[in-house]
């Protein structure tokens, strides 16, 4: 034989037989991979990226079974074919890239998945085999099937999960789905292709009617089936979506109409009284964004005439704005004094103030986005909104609108067109940000795994969007080409002010993976279990005749085993049903249901013990005869509409009024009601709760409240009379002992002139005891309103009112710097003066030390007030706070005991909190929050 060295050359033509096979087996492996991977495509279930049954996968293995390892290219080309023909996105060259990096992973995984498969067949049940014994039909079905097929569902969906395709929850399922489809795939698809193509060809060739048409027949009737199945499932989802997304467009058009409502309350203020002053409009204001968070700011814009500019200009400042004047905005953004122009609409007042500086003094007319809706508003005299645009009191990019009511001046509303020109006063303004107005408008609501888009339709095309957002579950539901491929969404218009905006909500994949049935692929799986079984069965058949008889009683035995277990199952769900029916007995709510025409099918005891009926006397009566007559009409409407539209705006809500017992009765009750449909028509339930008690309970909680409330403002006005009466007798004891000390100072001896000093002394500290009562009982009722105060400038006064005190006592203050805030500055001054003085008086051996710092924190300023003085024990940290307690004699320390009672009443008044931290000898430190 000759060496390797010697053999003679290959034939040239040979050689390009062979490539050419190796390439037409290569092209047809890779069509036959395509096809049937589009096919499996079809019965993907949204939102999933698997399809229950891969066909592509048992054609992968079979093929490499038959032409050999040499075929995976035409595996790995099918593969990447039949996924970059879903993912595609060729908006640009990264994208492209991007979009072909996934198709490339999961072809990858599928040729790896078929070469190992044959590689595990062959090593285990061998081939070329006949598949004619059960043991080795089991081998092959399980290697070649679940074992191998743990490979691509593995690489895939972990590409698509670090993809963010899916999310981490639904991992296991999209893992589960893929093993599911290319298991059956494999077990229903490579025995079909082994019938017409593997080898031994006689055995084989047998099957090709007898295992094959079956299986194919089989396996359209389970696609068939569930194709079906599918549709309905998809018309499911489609109604619970549009259903909520309804709900949530219902809600918004409701509040945004609560907004225009708060606009109209301004302007009948205006109309009402034209002079409103600004601390006027700041209450009236203030109520209104506190019970709707939706609004960014209110604002009185006032309408001037270019001939009373200067007028008006001035008026302002003499109102306390010293460089008040009418601005607009220029080319670069700044706010510059406006230029001359016949009329400008002036914001004159805006609440918050606080952030909205800015747009005090603007003249709206001076912005062309803003005039044409200004216009509108005052030709039509119905409120106009903006399109989107930027606040010039917002330098950020978010969007804002605004909605104008024109106010006219007093008199029958204007009937013309230039009668409302000449007759403009004002326009009340609200000033949204789109973004907080539409979270604050859903707020409460169900919105998890809905996307909303909204569009302005009547805005110029590059600036329709006004808001974009998903709540919590992932992006919405769509393919690489922007598609929703599950064909569920949602679209309505909503008219706004003389704006129509578009609202559309689309399924994110969470959304569709929690809502979806699992009906589809029980019915699909069952299909696909049976054209599994049966195709394993026909292997057996006609491989091993001599068998059948062994097979049949095997067969026969699994269906005993079915039926058993159907059986099981039968008497399970019985119990259950038992269990749960016996547990309606014992509770203590009233639980019953109606047919869809309002007849009670059942009765619980609860419900018999809240209404006095048996269930014997009220099943199969109408359910108006539990309700007063007043109501009854309206529930008669209801189910007519429920008829009629299949919805019902009731159904999940807590519903309160009156219930009618046996003896003629009413009382007072909850109810929630539910529904669900079956084959036999559409039922409703209903659980009661008697709430008797916990209205009476309201009540009476009320009743106490009031009478707290009287008791206190009495016991106030006590205080107050009692300190004031008491202050005109010790004036007059003490002017007469102070001329008795004059006239008779020289007259009377040491003893006499000390009593007298006593009784001044004590006469003093009465009145200054008096004096701190009414300070305490006023800090509430004769409180001045709260201001932007400079807390700088708080401390300079009260360190000039201490500057006696501070000079002879050597006491060092330092302070940080210190922020403005919200509060009563007078309060203010006399809170910080008495933590002074008390550092200044509670000394140690050396000068007092002071220091005072604010910090921000969790939303509110902290201020504290440390000292190097005698310190506090740790035991007395709240009996100081409290009137007229004191730790030392008067010898001592003199004072009422009343300073820092009065410091903590009015920190509570401003919302805050006050507190102490304190070693004996080590000094202590005051502190108190105010909110920002």
């Known amino acids: 034989m000759p060496s390797p060295l010697e053999r003679p050359p290959m034939n040239v033509d040979t050689c390009g037989k062979a490539h050419f096979h190796t390439l037409m087996l290569v092209l047809g492996i890779a069509a036959a991979y395509y096809v049937t991977g589009r096919l499996g495509l079809l019965l993907a279930i949204p939102p999933g990226y698997a399809s229950p049954i891969w066909p592509a996968a048992g054609i992968a293995l079979g093929a490499i079974l038959i032409g050999g390892y040499r075929g995976w290219p035409g595996v790995l080309f099918g593969s990447w074919l039949v996924n970059m023909g879903v993912s595609i996105e060729a908006t640009s060259g990264v994208t492209l890239l991007k979009s072909a990096a996934f198709p490339t992973s999961i072809a990858a995984g599928a040729a790896l998945q078929a070469v190992i498969g044959a590689f595990l067949v062959r090593r285990v049940v061998g081939f070329p085999n006949p598949l004619s014994r059960e043991q080795e039909i089991g081998a092959f079905l399980g290697v070649g099937g679940a074992v191998s097929c743990l490979i691509n569902p593995t690489l895939a969906v972990t590409s698509l999960w670090i993809a963010g395709k899916i999310p981490s929850a639904a991992y296991f399922q999209h893992w589960w789905t893929w093993w599911i489809g290319d298991t059956i795939g494999v077990i229903i698809m490579t025995p079909l292709l082994l019938s017409w193509l593997a080898e031994p060809q006689p055995i084989w060739r047998r099957r090709r009617l007898s295992v094959a048409v079956p299986l194919v027949g089989a396996l359209a009737l389970a696609v068939g089936v569930f194709v079906y199945v599918s549709g309905q499932e998809r018309e499911r989802l489609r109604l619970i979506f549009e259903r909520q997304a309804e709900t949530l467009a219902h809600t918004l058009e409701r509040q945004l109409d609560r907004y225009l409502d708060v606009l109209r309350s301004i302007a009948r203020f205006h109309a009402s009284s034209p002079e409103v002053k600004r601390h006027e409009f700041g209450t009236f204001a203030h109520g209104a964004l506190a019970l709707h968070a939706g609004i960014h700011a209110l604002s009185w814009d006032r309408h001037v005439p270019d001939a009373l500019r200067e007028v008006y200009e001035e008026t302002v400042r003499q ?44 003249d709206v007319m001076s912005s062309p986005d803003r005039l044409k809706a200004l216009q509108a508003a005052r030709d039509s005299g119905q409120p106009m909104a903006t399109g989107r645009l930027r606040l010039v009191q917002e330098p950020g990019p978010r969007f804002g609108l605004l909605m104008f009511l024109p106010v006219y001046s007093h008199g029958p509303p204007p009937a013309t067109v230039e009668e409302r020109r000449q007759r403009l006063f004002g326009y009340a303004t609200g000033v949204f940000l789109v973004n907080k107005m539409i979270e604050a408008s859903l707020q409460g609501r169900e919105r998890q795994g809905l996307v909303l888009r909204i569009e302005d339709e009547t805005a110029p095309p590059d600036q329709r969007v006004l808001y974009e957002s998903q709540w ?86 699994e269906l005993h085993q079915t039926n058993a ?96 017992r046996k003896d003629g009765r009413e009382f007072p009750l909850e109810l929630t009601l539910s529904t669900w449909t079956t084959a036999e028509g559409r039922f409703y339930g209903g659980i009661i709760r008697d709430v008797t008690d916990h209205k009476r309970a309201e009540e009476e909680l009320r009743r106490v409240a009031a009478e707290l409330a009287r008791s206190n403002a009495e016991l106030a006005q006590f205080a107050y009379v009692a300190s004031h009466d008491l202050q005109e007798p010790l004036r007059a004891v003490v002017g007469c002992v102070q001329i008795l000390q004059r006239r008779y100072h020289d007259r009377l001896d040491a003893g006499a002139n000390e009593l007298i000093s006593h009784v001044v002394a004590g006469v003093t500290r009465m009145q200054t005891f008096i004096q701190d009562l009414l300070a305490y009982v006023r800090v509430d009722s004769l409180g001045n309103p709260f201001e932007p105060t400079d807390c700088a400038a708080i401390l300079k006064d009260a360190l000039a009112n201490l500057e006696a005190t501070i000079h002879d006592s050597g006491a060092v203050v330092i302070a940080d710097p210190l922020p403005t805030v919200l509060a009563d500055p007078a309060q203010l001054r006399q809170v910080v003066q008495n933590l002074l003085s008390n550092a200044i008086k509670f000394h140690g051996e050396e000068p007092p030390a002071i ?82």
């Open 319 to 362: 109102e306390g704005y010293a460089d008040f004047q009418i601005i607009e905005q220029d080319a670069q953004g700044q706010m510059v004094r406006a230029a001359r122009r016949p009329e400008y609409v002036v914001v004159s007042s805006i609440e918050p103030y606080m952030g909205n500086e800015k747009a005090l003094g603007y």
């Open 472 to 557: 919590e579950t992932g992006p919405a539901f769509v393919d690489a080409r922007g598609k929703n491929p599950s064909r569920i969404h949602w679209a309505t218009t909503m008219e706004l002010a003389g704006r129509r905006w578009v609202l559309q909500f689309t399924p994110t994949l969470a959304y569709l993976a929690a809502h979806q049935s699992l009906q589809p692929w029980t019915v699909l799986m069952g299909g696909l279990l049976f054209t599994n079984l049966l195709g394993a069965f026909l292997l057996i058949v006609t491989g091993r005749t001599v068998l059948i008889e062994h097979i049949v009683a095997e067969r026969t035995a």
């Open 565 to 660: 277990a159907l059986a099981r199952e039968i008497a399970e769900r019985y119990q259950a049903e038992s269990r749960f029916s016996a547990l309606t007995q014992l509770t203590t709510e009233a639980i019953l249901s109606t047919d869809s025409d309002g007849y009670i099918l059942t009765w619980n005891n609860s419900a018999r013990a809240i209404f006095g009926y048996t269930a014997d006397e009220v099943v199969g009566q109408p359910l108006t005869m539990l309700m007063p007559e007043r109501y009854r009409e309206a529930h008669q409407r209801g189910l007519d509409r429920v008829r009629t539209t299949g919805e019902s705006l009731l159904i999940g809500t807590v519903l309160e009024f009156s219930g009618l």
């Open 851 to 932: 220091h005072i710092r604010a910090e921000w924190l969790d939303g509110e300023w902290v201020f504290a007030v440390r000292d190097n003085g005698i310190g506090i024990e740790a035991q007395h940290f709240e009996r100081i706070f409290q009137m007229f307690q004191r730790l030392h004699t008067q010898r001592e320390y003199p004072g009422t005991g009343m300073g820092l009672a009065l410091c903590k009443k009015i920190v509570e008044r401003h919302g805050g909190r006050m507190w102490v931290t304190s070693e004996p000898g080590k000094g202590s430190t005051f502190a108190f929050s105010l909110p920002s």
